[in-house]
């Protein structure tokens, strides 16, 4: 390879106004034998033992197969996934302690829909996960934290037919799931289903504690509220796939159907303990419908041209659509909630829709045994509309009050890209990208001026691997990038949504904000790696993000309601390591049992300039968490495992005072408690074809403790009130039982 090669392959993608990756390349890795990728260093790792996999990625890559996300019996992807080293679960994903979108969820290589519930996918749909903690320029540079990239199954064994049937037990409710696995091939063809149908019963109990405050913090009003919420969720799940390939090009189309049905109620119970009541004392809550469809469908197309170079190209299409009957049934006394007498009607009902339309591809060319060059486009065009109808009644069955509200988002956007992956001598390697990312979103509706928003962001990132000289098993990782968070289109639209009961600074109503900026960050990671023996590995790592206009949720009243809104409020630092190990007992000690061992620990710290210390920490963040493993072979036929999962309570400063014009002064936070998860199963192999996998979740029942606290400035107006709300959710195990089958 010659370096004149290099320098104009790179000027090329300078002057050019766009950069964008190749999606195409984990669309299509599975279906050619080799499946060269924008990512050569897939390839190599095909054959490799566990403890060499990640050092032979040239990107800061984890890859959790999809053995480990199917170990523990797990129905949700989402439950899976908190067992793998630097993820926290906690309502969302999180990489780094961060949630709130700065962890970026991509499904094939495409960004997951506004609302899509990863709880929906069943970890039998799941060919693998990747972790990337620093980015690449093959997919979006929207994970200022990192990005989870969830790739849908696509490697099935040519004999491989499955039946999985399973039950879980949970807080006195039985919830049945089946999946089956199919494949058939015929000469060049090849056509394969994945399926899965399954139900859940998930309830859930808290208790709310809601207090008022005077200016010197005295108490002068206590409710305490009983919450009892049950939801009955039937998901199905299909993932058909027919591909075709020969010597020279393959092509296949993957789709995802996916139907949600999860109707849901809650009831609530007030007793007043000090002050007034608040508005309804009783209330039922009630999800009547809520049904979720999901349809993607993705054509790739990948052509060999000679020997060093080869084409990508995806062409998808993506619809989302979930449909919601709401409603609100506010009683002005128990006894009027045991009569059936509401004070308040409040009937609603919604839809979202998102559709969505991609086309990449990618060029891709090796200069040598060493290089690899690849230049591709990312185009999409996106539309998200929202309906929403709401109409109230009061005790005499007459209309108060009626709303109708609906807009419509369109996003265009098109990116290019260029990477250059470059082993510059035995034992040092060297990636560079250039991304550039244009966004023109358009949002309309009824009730508001129409909002537009154009965007660029030019992206480049470098990563660097060096092997330590005489020491080939221990080597250095440093990455360098820039990456943003786009505000999603919901939070432009300026309407607002109004809490059903009791609105307080604690309870606010929400609102968008049409003059929100995307959030743009540099980074910088840095990680020592080592294997030892033939399955050991441990890392020790580092990062730092600068980021700015940094986007936090602010309150303010108008009239006599508490709002909440968000805005760009400056800048943001963000640090952290990481820690993790992994190996067998017996390379420590050869004696020993068959024992797998694991242990990971994560702390994260950040900095947000425009909010006072102590806890003016960026997006709730949180600070420490901890994961142990271990799997025990016990003989052939039985094999045992156990995990725990522990992160540390939060604490976060989300305003304080004066703030910007309009917004109150004060002091805004929230906090809650730490928790952990501790999880094991048991896997009888009865026959070659049949195994029986015994599970149990969250068997330590841990009781979760939040708090939402308002207090006012101190030179707030007389009769400024401050209030704070206490969440407490009890903890509820799982036990699992599921038989394996192969047909």
Known sequence: MKLSTTAAAWALAAATPLAAPSLAADGQASDAAPAPSTSAQRVEIQGAAPADARQLELTSRIVVPRE?????????????????????????????????GYTQILIDGDPAPAGFSIDSLDPEMIERVEILRAPSAE???????????????????????????????????????????????????????????SLAQPVETATITDLTLDPAQQVTGMRRTAMHYRQR?????????????????????????????????????EDTLQGAPSDYPASDWRNRRYVARTLRADLAWTRQLGEAAQLDAKLGLHHNRRDTDFDFQGFA???????????????????????????????????????????????????RSEQRQQRDRDAADALVYSLDQAYTATVRQLALFAQDEWRL????????????????????????????????????????????????KEQLRLALARTYKAPAPASLVPRRYTVNNGNSPSNPDQQGNPALRPELAWGLDAAYEASFGAQGFWSVGAHLRRIDAVVMRQLFQD???????????????????????????????????????????????????RLPGPHNVLAAQQPLSAHLGADWTVNPRWTLGASLAWRAGTQATLMAGPGDTGVAGGLWDTRDSASGTLDAYALCRIDPRTQLRL???????????????????????????????????????????????QL
């Open 559 to 609: 009239g006599a309601s508490w709002v909440s809104t968000l805005m760009n409020s400056g800048a943001a630092w963000a640090w952290g390591a990481e820690l993790e190990w992994k190996a067998p007992l017996r390379q420590l000690r050869p004696e020993a049992p068959a024992l797998n061992l694991s242990a990971s620990l994560a702390w994260n710290a950040s900095r947000v300039d």
């Open 139 to 197: 997919y979006a540079m929207r994970g200022i934290a990192g990005t989870i990239h969830i790739v849908l199954r696509k490697r099935v064994s040519v004999t491989q037919r499955s039946l999985k049937l399973g039950l879980e037990q949970a807080s006195g409710r039985a919830s049945p799931s089946a999946s089956l696995q199919w494949q058939q091939q015929a000469g060049a063809l090849q056509a394969q289903l994945s399926a899965s149908a």
């Open 425 to 472: 001598r035995p034992g040092l390697a060297l990636y560079l990208g250039l991304r550039w990312e244009g966004l023109d979103t358009e949002v309309t509706g009824l009730s508001f001026s129409p909002v537009r928003q154009r965007s660029s962001v030019p992206s480049p990132v470098a990563q660097l691997v060096w092997k330590l000289p005489d020491r080939p």
């Open 68 to 100: 480990a996300l199917l170990k523990f019996g797990d129905r949700s992807l989402r439950d899976a996934l908190r067992r793998v080293p630097g993820v926290t679960v906690d309502g969302e994903l999180r990489l780094r302690g961060l949630g709130q």
């Open 695 to 741: 599970g149990a979740a969250n068997l330590l029942r841990p009781t979760r403790h939040e708090r939402t606290r308002y207090l006012p400035a101190s030179d707030a107006p007389p009769g400024a009130i401050g209030s704070t709300r206490l969440y407490d959710t009890d903890g509820f195990a799982r036990l699992r039982l599921q038989l394996e089958r």
């Open 233 to 269: 969720n039937t998901t199905l799940n299909l993932t058909p796939r027919l591909s075709w390939k020969d010597e020279r090009q393959t092509l296949s189309l993957q789709a995802l159907l996916q139907h949600q049905d999860a109707p849901a109620h809650w009831t609530m119970r």
């Open 333 to 383: 006394t128990r006894a009027d909630a045991d009569a059936g007498h509401p004070a308040l009607d409040r009937a609603v009902h919604s839809n979202a829709v998102d559709d969505a339309a991609p086309f990449k591809g990618s060029f891709s060319l090796d200069l040598g045994d060493t290089h690899r060059l690849a230049l591709g486009w990312d185009g999409a065009l996106l539309r």
